[in-house]
């Protein structure tokens, strides 16, 4: 067994993007490209020498090997404790827990979310910091920086450590512990919601549920959690066993690539309440019978009634959203009378406004929803939210929602994404569009006022730190909004996504079907942009 100081050159295409480097497998199996990022991770973290790290991954194809390759390369990177899950495992929520609940300096995840796995699939791994959550821009842009100049990595030359049996090991000063990847998560799920409740609710003998763990990593949570801890019946769970395939399937919790869900749904006699979550655990989609809950409405409605959770009864300090997330929050922060925030698409720009205490829930228009008790967005947490507040509160989701529009207004919205079109062409209608914007403000178009039309730029309350060029926004007077924006997690190609958003506040039109209700706007911004003209697409690959 011996050190190996490996000689390197660097690929140019190491810049992490929305939720850190997500490449297609046969780009990480290349030589040396993981540990070229490793290594480069490691120089840019900050003083790594007897620190705690956190290993875990959805138990896609290639995790396994990863985490062998980053072991070896941690101990000669001076760590002095690595935690494992057990074969691998950690869903994104369960990692960034882990890294608080063990105060480690940070953690490695291993998942491309839900990108389709498997030889011919997508692999991705970010890095999380000591607050658990995503590594902030200055962070990854280091990575990539040092990235671009590596010449040589560092590595253990050793057999494979055993990932499959709970308990210690060492490897040379470096101890390694193998824990159960459900456990610590479950007893965080525990001290914040009331379970007594949820489980009365499930076990009163006519509430039904289904969660749909899509074959990838939610199974084993969602098992031990919804039918051992909380009593749902057995089989409440479907599709629970994680694969590393993830069954051929693309666990996305939405519409499109739920199907089944969704038909059982919206059957006659179908269950009263529907979940699923995405392959690394941080997305949800919640549905009632009959019902979809927007994640834009479904952030809204946890901020209404997050007094009725017992780690929330105190209050929220305020809300965050990304910026083409729907305002349906906005309303309800303004009637709480607390902070609301707009950041940047990703999860990584919520952590600072966590971190100061200035935001307790935090949410994006992609399935995402989360609050204070971690730092990622967390799928089955919101699924317990859920839980919790129709336990409370004894009616049915479709009530819940349509009593909050009544009383909120409603935030009518839908997400248009058009994937793998030539990047060239992306570039090319983002480029249009942009030097459209300052000829838009005060311009009438169908009908609606141009109020503000920019590149969003974020700037960062608590560090100072400046964002730009964060997605093309038309805002119209009326609060209507167009928002584009190129994918910052996609493999190939290019994924334009339009946001598309109508504010409607007359008691006599909250029930509507959504496409036929912004049917003017998403015109408009399909001439604005030219989509088909630039794109030659006449559809959406996805409408969520
Ligand atoms: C997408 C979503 C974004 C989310 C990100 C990571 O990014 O739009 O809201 O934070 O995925 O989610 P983009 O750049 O493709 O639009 V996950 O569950 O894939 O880690
Ligand atoms: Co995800």
Redesign the pocket.
């Known amino acids: 067994m011996s050190i190996s100081n490996i000689t390197t050159q660097p690929f140019n295409d190491q810049r992490p993007?929305?939720?850190?480097l997500?490449k297609r497998v046969r780009v990480f199996q290349q030589k040396h490209y993981l540990e070229n990022f490793v290594q480069a991770m490691f120089d840019a973290i900050g003083d790594t020498q007897n620190q705690t790290l956190v290993i875990g991954g959805d138990g896609r194809f290639y995790n396994e090997t990863a985490i062998q390759t980053i072991v070896k390369m941690a101990v000669v990177n001076g760590f002095k404790r690595l935690i494992i899950g057990q074969n691998g495992l950690l869903s994104?929520p369960a990692a960034s827990c882990v890294i608080r609940k063990y105060q480690a300096f940070g953690g490695v995840i291993l998942?491309?979310?839900?990108?389709p796995a498997g030889q011919d699939g997508d692999f991705?791994i970010?890095f999380n910091i000591r607050n658990g959550g995503p590594a902030p821009e200055s962070i990854t842009e280091a990575i990539f920086q040092l990235s671009q100049k590596i010449t040589s990595y560092r590595i253990f030359d050793c057999d494979d450590i055993s990932l499959s049996e709970i308990g210690t090991q060492h490897l040379q000063d470096m101890q390694i512990d193998i824990i159960d990847p459900v456990a610590d998560y479950a007893e965080l799920m525990a001290d914040i919601f009331d379970f007594p409740a949820i489980r009365a609710l499930l076990c009163n003998g006519r509430f039904q549920m289904r969660f749909d763990a899509m074959h990838a990593i939610t199974g084993p949570y969602a098992k031990e959690i919804l039918e051992k801890r909380l009593g749902a019946e057995i089989g409440t769970v479907i599709n629970g066993i994680p694969q590393a395939d993830f069954a051929g399937g693309h666990p996305?919790p939405n519409l499109t690539y739920a199907p089944e869900l969704v038909a059982e749904l919206f059957a006659e006699n179908g269950p009263d309440f529907g979940a699923a979550s995405?392959?690394?655990g941080?997305?949800n989609m919640i549905l009632g019978h009959g019902i979809f809950v927007t994640p834009s409405d479904s952030l809204a409605i946890l901020a209404a009634n997050a007094e009725l959770i017992p780690a929330y009864q105190e209050g929220l300090k305020g809300i965050a959203r990304?910026m083409?997330?729907s305002q349906a929050a906005d309303r309800v922060a303004k009637a709480l009378n607390i902070q609301m925030h707009e950041t940047p698409?990703?999860?990584k720009f919520f952590g600072n406004l966590l971190d100061a205490n200035m935001a307790t829930l935090c949410g994006?228009?992609?399935?995402?929803t989360g609050s204070n008790h971690i730092r990622?967005?967390d799928g089955l947490w919101a699924v317990l939210f859920w839980l919790n507040i129709l336990a409370v509160r004894q009616q049915s989701v479709s009530e819940i929602v349509r009593q909050h529009w009544q009383k909120y207004g409603r935030n009518y919205y839908t997400r248009h994404d058009y994937e793998e079109i030539p990047t060239d062409k992306a570039n090319q209608l983002i480029d249009r569009l942009q030097k459209q914007l300052p000829q838009l403000a005060g311009q009438e178009l169908n009908g609606y006022k141009v109020d503000y039309a920019d590149n969003f730029s974020y700037h960062d309350p608590v560090d100072n730190s400046i964002s730009e060029n964060q997605g093309i926004r038309i805002g119209f007077t009326d609060g209507c909004r167009i928002i584009f924006?190129?994918?910052?997690?996609?493999t190939q190609g290019a994924?334009l996504?339009v946001y598309i958003e109508a504010i409607e506040d007359n008691p006599d039109q909250l029930f509507e079907d959504t496409q036929t209700r912004l049917k003017d706007l998403i015109d408009l911004a399909n001439g604005l942009a030219g989509i088909q003209s630039i794109t030659g697409r006449a559809a959406p690959t996805v409408i969520t």
């Open positions: 993007g929305t939720s850190g997500r994104t998942s491309a979310s839900h990108n991705g970010k996305d995405d392959g690394d941080d997305r990304s083409p997330t698409t990703g999860w994006e228009e992609s399935f995402g990622e967005k924006r190129l994918s910052g997690t996609g994924t996504r």
